[in-house]
């Protein structure tokens, strides 16, 4: 069954669309206004959600275009089909390009495209929905595994509440991130990032720039340094940052290390997953995976450095000079480190005579 909620002060305007949908296998279809929409989404909890655009100047003012959206998805995230006589009022590239948001025009043959729409959107209600009973599913388990412990332990009743937030958070992250199928590169983001304060393998954009990877550079900084929050300052002013180059400019340059020609760049992407990918980095160079029109395909040079001052570092709409685009997720978030550390910090040695040294192993391997 899928519950449909309808979001209209005018329900002459929806009831054909609301006909055809109650024809339509089993859906649960159910109608009020912007009124009394916020009670309706928490008692019906609908799996999707058709919505009217209240124009500006109707009551109550704050529900009106994007605003709803905003408002609704407070209250449950879900999909949305704006079904409106008006809805080019809805702000272009806020929520119109928004895979979990369909529109149609109210007129001739909208209520067949509304349908249209519905289905298009059942998929996307499948994985969500399978997504929350998942995530549903280990949150109790998390509470039942450390809630007893935590009573125990502690008597004071806000520590104890305090203490499970934190332990059964810790413990549905664990349960969640099981070994699967392989993941997709971009799935080392976390997208949007979260917005308390800097992290370690933040990938930084500077502000109104356009997105070519030379607009970008990744936070070497550790994050226990960068932390932030009420009573705690972060512990260095300035950010240490590695800046990013083109793919075929890492490329060009591992070639020229390795002493190989251009010519032979085919032979060095055809062993590239051996070669880099697999371990992660190669020599100064990191791959960084794309994010469709968000982030450029892209390596981070570990010897290009400089430094950014903390406090022009920010979220998007802050005001920034620098904005904090995504967030590289654990392991990769240590990997950065640990990456950075092997190029960066070797020990120095003096040029030797490995040509020599070689012969020497060779001649004891094959006595």
Known sequence: MVKILVIDDEPTSVQPMMDLLSGEGDNNIKLCDFVQAETEIYSFQPDVIILDLKKTGEQPPELT?????????????????????????????????????GIVKKGSGSPQQVKEELDRLKDHLKALQETQVKVRDSLNESFRKVAPQVFVELSDPK?????????????????????????????????????????????????????????????????????????????????????????????????????????????????FDKLVLTQGYYMEYIPIPGLRSRIPPMMVDLKRLHMIPIEKIGIKGSGKDFIRVASLDNPFRNFISW??????????????????????IKREYTK
């Open 65 to 101: 275009g994007n605003k709803s959206i905003d408002s609704i998805w407070k209250s449950k995230f879900c999909p949305i089909i704006i079904y409106s006589a008006l809805p080019e009022s809805l702000a272009i590239g806020e929520w119109s390009d928004h895979p979990f948001v």
């Open 159 to 271: 520590e104890r509440k305090d203490a499970v937030l934190r332990s059964a958070r810790r413990r549905l992250a664990a349960s969640m991130d099981t070994p699967t199928d392989n993941l997709a590169s971009w799935e080392a983001y976390i997208y949007p990032p979260f917005p308390e304060h800097a992290y370690l393998g933040d990938l930084l954009q500077a502000k109104d720039t356009p997105i070519i990877p030379s607009n970008f550079s990744l936070v070497l900084t550790p994050t226990c340094d960068l932390a932030s929050y009420p009573g705690r300052k972060p512990k260095v002013k300035e950010v240490l940052v590695a800046e990013c180059i083109a793919i075929k400019d890492g490329i060009d340059n591992i070639l020229t290390k390795m002493q190989m020609k251009p010519t032979e760049s085919a032979l060095l992407i055809d062993k």
């Open 339 to 360: 990456a950075y550390m092997q190029s960066a910090c070797r020990p120095g040695l003096p040029d030797r005579d490995v040509a020599a040294w070689k012969d020497e």
